[in-house]
């Protein structure tokens, strides 16, 4: 089998073939880490590559299908982490020269469930620094390049997670999301990107900060790669205090229910947002896709105020309570921009860090009453569609002046609902850039989400469209 064929597989197809013993993990592990040798030095998906490692485990991994022993879920598959994420003796730096040559003594609890299942880590994808943009960009490894044009962002801050997905640089990738940054990347380099309810998944050992916000999530091609992915990360555990008790939730099964009945809400804009036309073109027809599949679909008009300021207030507080105290020496080796956005942070009353999170509170509680009438809820995953390298967002979008998260201000609100969420793909451009519409369950609901998803994938398939770079 030509690497091509193997770099195009999904993790189903590949984790079956390595069982059947169609194919070896040692060839799977080849194909993959050639085609990173191939395109990564354009792309920048990866900041660090463990390649002889991945080699022996993957040698490893043949010997135990030769001996005929139980394998895991995904035996032999290779996973990429990203660069937030705590791996035992893999450097993990953030994208922060503070902590540029750091390697944790334990892995984070998903890398663990991950390893424990069979899958290989191969490297640590690239992030914005510390998470804290969007973007994919930091002075340690560089900006990461949508593999649809090399000219644009990927998004992020799980940038290079996506981008690795896209370009058959391994077919799952696990990332974190604290305001988007699993489903914009997913949006801008057309893959399926999945944000868990909060506390699904739970996260640590790792860097303090975010823990109210943080979501821990898998970026496949498919919908079943993703639910197959969930099967192994999600549950309880009680590192983490956030972790959702245990409820024998099971993720594959629910991809083959139907959406007959089910209520469904589509708001192109959350009643404050503006969004450029070819965005709202592409995902209000995949909305309708959805009374084709037996929803019930209605446009919504909600009464909400933007939560923008009070979402910037509580993320920057934690974020500048992590740094403020190596500012001093590291002031020079931070984005310009984080430091300035710590400066603004570090120095917030407790009284306005508390009216922040009432803000917050009511807005969940707004939110809330849509999912008394709704089974779920369809927006853009982004305003807008993927933009150049080296710019933090537009700040006019249709013609009109917008705020600095204007462009991403679809993803954030449900951070701080905690709701699960999903980008998928629904359509590209003009200029072939991929565009993602995010669908959103109640609070805890996640194989709705899946359900949904798995469906419009159905109907409207796009793991067949890959970028130009593969």
């Known amino acids: 089998m030509s690497d091509n064929e193997i770099c195009r597989m999904t993790v189903m197809e590949m984790a079956q073939a390595i069982r059947d013993r169609t194919l070896s993990p040692v060839e799977v592990m080849d194909a993959v880490l050639r085609r990173i040798e191939k395109l990564n030095p354009t792309v920048n998906a990866f900041c660090t590559l463990v390649t002889e490692r991945a080699r022996k485990e993957a040698k490893e991994a043949e010997n135990k299908v030769k001996?005929?022993?139980?394998?895991?879920?995904?035996?032999?598959?290779?996973?990429?982490?990203?660069?937030?994420?705590?791996?035992?003796?893999?450097?993990?730096?953030?994208?922060?020269?503070?902590?540029?040559?750091?390697?944790?003594?334990?892995?984070?609890?998903?890398?663990?469930?991950?390893?424990?299942?069979?899958?290989?880590?191969?490297?640590?994808?690239?992030?914005?620094?510390?998470?804290?943009?969007?973007?994919?960009?930091?002075?340690?490894?560089?900006?990461?390049?949508?593999?649809?044009?090399?000219?644009?962002?990927?998004?992020?801050?799980?940038g290079g997670a996506a981008a690795a997905v896209a370009s058959g640089m391994g077919p799952l990738a696990i990332g974190t999301d604290g305001g988007g940054s699993i489903r914009v990347p997913a949006s801008f380099c057309g893959v399926f990107g999945y944000k868990p309810s909060f506390g699904r998944v739970p996260r640590g050992p790792s860097l303090p900060g975010l823990e109210m916000l943080a979501h821990t999530g898998p970026i496949t091609r498919t919908v079943g790669d993703a639910a197959l992915a969930m099967e192994i990360i999600a549950g309880r555990d009680d590192i983490d205090c956030f972790s959702l008790p245990e409820t024998n939730l099971s993720y594959l099964p629910a991809l083959s229910g139907d959406l007959k009945g089910l209520k469904i809400a589509w708001s192109p804009d959350l009643g404050y947002l503006v969004a450029d036309p070819q965005v709202l073109k592409i995902t209000e027809a995949a909305a309708k896709t959805f009374s084709g599949l037996g929803a019930n679909i209605e446009l919504i008009k909600p009464d909400f105020s933007c939560p923008e300021q009070a979402f910037s207030t509580h993320f920057g507080v934690q974020l500048s309570t992590l740094l403020y105290n190596k500012l001093g020496e590291y002031r020079q080796q931070l984005d310009p921009l984080l430091a300035v956005f710590i400066d603004i942070s570090k120095d917030k009353s407790a009284r306005e860090c508390i009216e922040a999170w009432w803000e917050l509170l009511e807005y969940r509680k707004r939110m809330s009453a849509i999912f008394d009438k709704y089974d779920l809820l369809l927006t853009p995953t982004v305003t807008v569609p993927p933009f150049k390298l080296g710019n933090y967002g537009p700040r006019e979008i249709a013609g009109k002046k917008v705020s600095p998260l204007a462009w991403m201000a679809f993803t954030y609100p449900f951070n701080i609902t905690g709701q699960p969420a999903a980008s998928v793909p629904c359509g590209w451009t003009d200029d072939n850039l991929p565009i993602g519409l995010q669908i959103v369950g109640r609070r805890f609901d996640d194989t709705t989400v899946l359900k949904a998803s798995a469906a419009f994938e159905t109907a409207s398939p796009w793991a067949h469209k890959y970028p130009p770079v593969f």
Do not use: C
């Open 67 to 158: 001996s005929g022993d139980k394998l895991g879920l995904l035996h032999g598959v290779p996973v990429s982490i990203k660069d937030l994420l705590f791996t035992e003796g893999i450097r993990t730096t953030g994208g922060s020269k503070i902590f540029e040559h750091y390697v944790p003594q334990e892995s984070d609890i998903a890398v663990k469930r991950l390893e424990g299942a069979g899958a290989i880590v191969i490297g640590k994808t690239n992030t914005s620094e510390f998470g804290w943009m969007a973007l994919t960009d930091n002075r340690l490894f560089g900006p990461t390049h949508n593999p649809w044009n090399l000219e644009l962002t990927p998004g992020g801050s799980s």
